[in-house]
């Protein structure tokens, strides 16, 4: 069956980085579109970023752009995002999106 399992979340100071993975299995994943997603408490869910399936097309929400990065590695299956100079306002579950498939998210907090 489908799997996206999101990892690399965890607590930062503002300022800091940090970079999240999404390994994918059971689909055809270098042919999938990839996005992260990312919600927090009392908000809705926002489009963080965007990589097409050989990575030519790559978007991302204006509240990231500079600071976050999406890269794919389709021989490993995986889906990156790096976060530098995170603020207190990225605070969220990000999750990952294929197609119509999610995963379970990680928590990603930034607090002094």
């Known amino acids: 069956q489908v799997q996206l399992v999101e990892s690399g979340g965890g607590l930062v100071q503002p300022g800091g980085s940090l970079r999240l993975s999404c390994a994918a299995s059971?689909?055809?994943?270098?042919?999938?579109?990839m996005s992260w997603y990312r919600q927090a408490p009392g908000k809705a869910r926002e489009l963080v970023a965007t990589?097409?399936?050989?990575?030519?097309?790559?978007n991302y929400a204006e509240s990231v752009k500079g600071r976050f990065t999406i890269s794919r590695d389709n021989a490993k299956n995986t889906v990156y995002l790096q976060m530098n100079s995170l603020k207190p306002e990225d605070t969220a579950v990000y999750v990952c999106?294929?197609?119509?498939?999610w995963g379970q998210g990680t928590q990603v907090t930034v607090s002094s």
């Open positions: 990589i097409s399936s050989f990575g030519s097309r790559i």
């Open positions: 999106n294929a197609i119509v498939y």
């Open positions: 059971g689909f055809p994943f270098s042919s999938a579109t």
